[in-house]
């Protein structure tokens, strides 16, 4: 265990602040970034080995070795190139369109950022919620019937579909905590069929009239009405919206909520020993139902973004895999609030950079999910890039908390 | 064989486990290695073992330097250790535990389960101990458990057999059919190790004792020392042996139980028609070998576990069936067995385990928010009172002394005014020095007029502290005496009271 936290790093009075196991070390921040490293050279040869002209110069590659490298370094170089561009900035674009990378990136990240809090407060209370994918197709839904059934004030009625985002996507996940309180069925068992029910409940909505839209051929809800709209925070055709402030103001909440609160110290407890907070007079099945809602209401809010902000209708492809993203985010962001905001934030950047990859160099926008994963399992396997890169060993790490959250 | 570690040295970062420790261990004799819990009687066992690696020093056997890098080595150099916690499968025969691992085979690889039987029954007789070899391990009483392992040993031909606490889970009766065996075998030739803490014990048994204090050889003694003076080496200073208090002064019932009546989902009885009521001001003191029930019982008094009859009484009330922050709000306060699994949060700091049930109550709330200036006040307020030692508020509790934690749940609970408290073996795992401030502090609210349930296997300590005794066997009440019963007393009760129920 490491106490050699600096004394000034501890707040004053900062006793139910964040404990200090959790609190983002040195160490892991090396860890994290040899991670990124480690899947970008890994990402590298896939690169140099789909690449035709690296192919046909290995194909002579006893005779002329040097041609092989060369080749390799410029489709490495040029894929890579393009995924910054994409991401953040291309000095090929002027003007508004400049800020279109970003725009992109942000947008991106907006749903992976909420899901992935939606998983990282699940997590903080031992739960591991595999469920936003479904949580956040039932905050979709939600949202989208209150935005185009209901014909509100403008700002009552996006104020009124988000709220509603938040309550499906809470009650789909409240009543994996009342199971798991009630019968002890496993969250990871229940959320992940759960997201089952919930995909074929939104495939059949699309076919049922009052959701679908006419002339009922295609799979597609109703558009929202303008009034419920998450505005465009830089106008069109910047797609970045108002959800990424959601988004920001939710890991202020969620950071507020294990830092000061005591809803979120009774919930710390229980995460990190049922049994002692059992002991000490806390309920601990009413306080894993009220994490679930509470987790299932941020992957619910994701589901409402997308639907208001970026695509304005449901279609059965609204999730994407965000909910599936959201655990690789949480735990890239060893499930710490800004750790969650920087990791949505890469992984966004890299959604976004993909496309413009894909349609510079022809490397498949594939390469990105490679990437996620590949970064997502160097941090799983500490040992592993503690190994590669010859870091000094250090006991715990996030798979530990990985570990932890099966066994409880 | 002849067993010499010679100035081992074990840290672990900063923290010095075995400080150049010198032993010698001559053939056929049982040395006990006496010191208090974290003293590193442990650790020195498990570099003896394999299981570390010293940082300095050497290992002799018969004069001549071995090197130990696992278990596997160390029983084959003829080193057999039983751990505290048995390593057996329950649902396996004594023979099935007994040779896993050194499996005899026949033809075709196959098991060879009769020449199994019949090592596991020659090794039995020829050492005098009586093991059933077909019977399941999860069936045998903990004494024949004990021997199951010891035999374990004794057929992998263990010359040097170290013993780790083999008394904490055993009966007075099981303790002395141990010892019995213990002589017989030093008899044969083996060496034994004797690892504990209790005075009385080593005092019964050993040919010589090394006590060890603080990772370091504080002197060595032999058997016909005092118990005063063994007691003054391993803790360093002369310690009271009774804890000073005046007699109680008994009010009216807080508790009462009326044939309670607890069971588990298997049906097992675990608390079978208890009856007992504790007085304002008086400590009653419940004694027993582990497992008969006193785990239940404080359960169901704080209201962690269902009662399948009776009634459970606090100050006239019915609280059956009530939940634990019932039970808390009427002035119930709880020192669970076992701190770091149900009385503290290991990750959590000193402060946060502070308020860990007042979280709630107005004096630590700011609206929604935790009234952290409130929390870290009265976490200063409480490290001074309770003289827990450690680096500051804010470091994680799993980072103090089993006597330090001990200390954050006795303060936590001790501040708020308490009817009850309600203590389970408030000792354990805690420092001598640290058990002299945790037994006054009982007192202290016995004093002030709180009612106390003592539940604790350490037959001194309910003497010392109890005004009336109570011992469970087997989930039921066995029998009622004074504090002032003898150890004889009191054996027989926590052995049911009937001799040939201890082999069982």
Redesign the interface.
Known sequence: ?S?DVAPGQ?P??????A????RARAGDLLVTACAVVGALVVGAVLIAVGDARTRAAAAYFFSYPWDTVVEAGWAVRDAYAALLEGAFYSPALSGKAALGPISETLVNATPLVLGGLAVALAFRVGLFNIGAQGQVVLGAIAAAWIGFALDLPAGLHLLLALAGGVVGGGLWGALVGWLKARTGAHEVITTIMLNYVALNLLTFLLSTRGFQRPPYGQAISEVVDGSARLPLLLGSPLRVHAGLLLAVLAALVVH?LFR????G??M??VG??P?????????VGRLQITAMALSGGLAGLAGASQALGVTGSVTGSIAGSIGFDAITVALLGRNNPWGVVAAGLLFGALRAGGVQMQSATGVPVDLVGVLQALIVLFIAAPALVRAVFRLRTRAGGVGGELAGGWTR | MELELRGITKRFGSLVANDGIDLTVREGEIHALLGENGAGKSTLMNVLYGLYRPDEGQVLVDSRPVEFSSPGDAMAAGIGMVHQHFMLVPTFTATENIVLGAELTGRGGLLDGRRARQRVVETSERFGLAVPPDALVADLAVGVQQRVEIVKALLREAKVLVLDEPTAVLTPAETDDLMRVMRSLAEAGTSIVFITHKLREVRAVADRITVIRRGRVVGEALPSASPAELAALMVGRDVRLVVDKAPAAPGPPVLELAGVRVTDPGGAVLLDDVDLTVRAGEVLGVAGVDGNGQTELTRCVVGLQPVDAGTIRLSGEDVTGAGVREVLDRGVGYVPEDRLHDGLVGSFSIAENLVLDLVDTPAFSAGPAVDRAAVARNARERVAEFDIRTSGPEAAVSTLSGGNQQKVVLAREMSRPLELLVVAQPTRGVDVGSQEFVHSRIVAERDRGAAVLLVSTELDEVRALADRIVVLYRGRIAGEVGPDATSEQLGLLMAGAQPQEGTA
């Open positions: 265990m106490t501890a004053p009075g900062g006793a139910a602040g404990p200090r196991p959790r507020w000061s609160s005591r809803l110290f009774r710390r407890a990190a020993n049994e002692a907070a059992r002991t000490a007079g806390m309920s």
